[in-house]
């Protein structure tokens, strides 16, 4: 069983940057395909990105492409999600979730306990 553990979230400005970390203590996640995602209060969950396990090709929608970057560092066994240009409905719970496909897989397998982010002034 894969435990996924979010950290990085918290209190910032509009306009300003966060960097959530994803770890997986036991296991290696660049054996997996690593998907962000978000909800928010009374709203679907949305997925931000996706990171592939196969090529590493990094896939993001529409809402924070050019804004958030996906990475991994296989060195430190941790995907991040950079988050710049903070919007206030950038607000909700980030999630990691980590899946043994090659691609993007409708369903991930695992997932974290989520990190919460507040954008306000």
């Known amino acids: 069983q894969v435990q996924l553990v979010e950290s990085g979230g918290g209190l910032v400005q509009p306009g300003g940057s966060l960097r959530l970390s994803c770890a997986a203590p036991?296991?290696?996640?660049?054996?997996?395909?690593i998907g962000w995602f978000r909800q928010a209060p009374g709203k679907e969950r949305e997925g931000l990105s996706c990171?592939?396990?196969?090529?590493?090709?990094?896939y993001y929608a529409d809402s924070v492409q050019g804004r958030f970057t996906a990475s991994r560092d296989n060195t430190k066994n941790t995907v991040y999600l950079q988050m710049n240009s903070l919007k206030p409905e950038d607000t909700a719970t980030y999630y990691c979730?980590?899946?043994?496909?090659?691609?993007?897989?409708?369903?991930?397998?695992?997932w974290g306990q989520g990190t919460q982010v507040t954008v306000s002034s």
């Open positions: 990171i592939t396990r196969s090529d590493g090709n990094v």
């Open positions: 036991g296991f290696t996640l660049g054996h997996y395909t």
């Open positions: 979730a980590a899946d043994s496909s090659e691609m993007c897989p409708y369903e991930y397998d695992y």
